[in-house]
Every structure is written in structure tokens, then in C-alpha cells.
T-cell receptor, first 112, second 113 residues
Framework: KAGVTQTPRYLIKTRGQQVTLSCSPI?????VSWYQQTPGQGLQFLFE???????NKGNFPGRFSGRQFSNSRSEMNVSTLELGDSALYLC???????????FGPGTRLTVT | GNSVTQMEGPVTLSEEAFLTINCTYT??????LFWYVQYPGEGLQLLLK?????DKGSNKGFEATYRKETTSFHLEKGSVQVSDSAVYFC????????????FGAGTILRVKS
């Protein structure tokens, strides 16, 4: 079974721009969560989607948003990028059976 | 709110040494507890989990026991290998659906041959 895939793997953007990251979950998994990883703040939960609905949200500003499609694929968007948004963005999917989360390789976003 | 505290690293060990990475948590209720491992340039891999008090999670020679009385979930391995060098994260689940993970800061493990 294929794992969680994220595209692109690396991204360089300029302050003020916006960016969209994509995540394809493991086949059959309907829950997708997003996390931000930085050296200073560590791993922080952004939001979780299930059946195209946001079920849970972390403490991030409204510039961070996401959505989920009917095939469970998810995207997250960051608008008006700031230097502090530079991070590794990780996506995780889970099934309804054991709620274990399986992570993708991440997208490394650099904001200049 | 809920939180996870891990011992600071880096932890440097010789091959075949015994490993302990301490993890304590603060939580309302009884969350599930996890250890994840991250190798350089990769995402997180689930190493083991425990869903209730006194449960022992184990995988690839690693073990951790859910201790409610000490609110701890320490990771142990009897004999580490160079290939175990990575960052280890302790985490708990929270939220109505248990799908929000709260992570510790991570502990870097370096194993030298």
C-alpha cells in the first residue's frame, strides 16, 4: 500500500506571496492532519479534515487554511507569506480503525 | 492545556549501549501515547503506541510503558545500533476524535560505532 505523498517536496517563495501544498493520504484513510515543524516551535498541529470537513484546528492565524476533496486528498494554503512561515509542513493520514497517524515526507517551504 | 516534556539531547551512545529517553506528560483524561522517529530529511514514522494505563508498546526492540501514576512514557532499547541515530518524539493524542497530536520537543540520538 502506498504511503502518504506530499507535493512539492521543496518550495521557495517570497514574502507576501501565497502557497498551496498538497497531500494524498494512504488509500482508504479519510482523516488528514497537517503539522508545522520549525526548529524554534517544534511540531505544531495546524488542522484536521475528515470527509471534507474541518474537525479540529490549531492556534494558527487565518492566513493558514485548508480543504479536503471527496477523494480525501487535502491541500493547505498559506496566504501573505511571512519569513516565519519557513518550515517543514507535514501531512498525516489515519483510518477510523486505530487512529494511528502516518506521516508523509513533508514539504520544505522557504520564505525569502 | 496538554503538554509533553522530553529529556533534552543530544544523547550520544556507543553501539550496543542501553537507551532510555524520558518522556512525561500533562493531560486531562487518559490520552493515547506515542513515540515517533524522524530520520534526516524524512517525515515521522510511528515507532510504538500505548492506548491505556499499564499498556506496553513495543517495536523493533524499542519499548515504552504507559505509567499513569508517574504520567510517564519512557522509551527504552536494550542495545542500540548506529542505524537508530535519529530524532525521537514523544506525543499524546487529544481532541474529541483523538486525531490531534501534541508533541514533545524531540530528542536527538547519536549512536557511534
Amino acid at each position: 500500500k502506498a504511503g502518504v505523498t506530499q507535493t512539492p517536496r521543496y518550495l521557495i517563495k517570497t514574502r507576501g506571496q501565497q502557497v498551496t501544498l498538497s497531500c494524498s493520504p494512504i488509500s482508504g484513510h479519510r482523516s488528514v492532519s497537517w503539522y508545522q515543524q520549525t526548529p524554534g516551535q517544534g511540531l505544531q498541529f495546524l488542522f484536521e479534515y475528515f470527509s471534507e470537513t474541518q474537525r479540529n484546528k490549531g492556534n494558527f492565524p487565518g492566513r493558514f487554511s485548508g480543504r479536503q476533496f471527496s477523494n480525501s486528498r487535502s491541500e493547505m494554503n498559506v496566504s501573505t507569506l511571512e519569513l516565519g512561515d519557513s518550515a517543514l509542513y507535514l501531512c498525516a493520514s489515519s483510518s477510523l480503525v486505530n487512529y494511528e497517524q502516518y506521516f508523509g515526507p513533508g514539504t520544505r517551504l522557504t520564505v525569502t | 492545556g496538554n503538554s509533553v516534556t522530553q529529556m533534552e539531547g543530544p544523547v550520544t551512545l556507543s553501539e550496543e549501549a542501553f537507551l532510555t529517553i524520558n518522556c512525561t506528560y500533562t493531560a486531562t483524561g487518559y490520552p493515547s501515547l506515542f513515540w515517533y522517529v524522524q530520520y534526516p530529511g524524512e517525515g515521522l514514522q510511528l515507532l510504538l503506541k500505548a492506548t491505556k494505563a499499564d499498556d506496553k508498546g513495543s517495536n523493533k526492540g524499542f519499548e515504552a510503558t504507559y505509567r499513569k501514576e508517574t504520567t510517564s512514557f519512557h522509551l527504552e532499547k536494550g542495545s542500540v545500533q548506529v542505524s537508530d541515530s535519529a530524532v525521537y518524539f514523544c506525543a499524546l493524542s487529544e481532541g474529541e476524535y483523538g486525531n490531534k497530536l501534541v508533541f514533545g520537543a524531540g530528542t536527538i540520538l547519536r549512536v557511534k560505532s
